[in-house]
């Protein structure tokens, strides 16, 4: 590991989840948010969370895996902040958070910000 990416990663971790919850009413349930390991968990009510993870993927390029009825977003230290700005203004696209501004119309790129899986079986 690279010096001090330890503490990136708990900045990353921080700033996720806190966008995440940035949503209020609507938005994603954090359920877990690991600074150590760089995951968020969350949950979104009133969707399925496989659907959203797929339609992330599609639409944003984003990738996360899906944990039983959650998406646990795995982050490292080459993850950007501006990677999970992306991910909120496409979130806020997909669940259709009323009166709240999107971001990612105006990003005109694709995000793919995790690390791969220890399986091998791609990106998370």
Do not use: N
């Amino acid at each position: 590991r690279v010096p001090g990416s330890e503490a990136r990663v708990a900045r990353l971790t921080r700033h996720l989840r806190a966008r995440l919850l940035d949503f209020g009413p609507g938005g994603p349930e954090v359920l877990s948010a690991d600074e150590a390991a760089g995951a968020v968990r969350a949950r979104f009510p009133g969707h399925d969370a496989a659907k959203i993870l797929d339609r992330l993927a599609a639409s944003a390029g984003v990738r996360a895996r899906l944990d039983g009825d959650c998406a646990l977003f795995l982050l490292s230290p080459d993850t950007r902040f501006e990677d999970l700005d992306y991910l909120w203004g496409s979130l806020f696209d997909l669940l259709k958070i009323p009166s709240t501004p999107s971001v990612s119309e105006s990003r005109g790129q694709r995000a793919c910000f995790f690390h791969p899986v220890p399986t091998g079986t791609g990106i998370v």
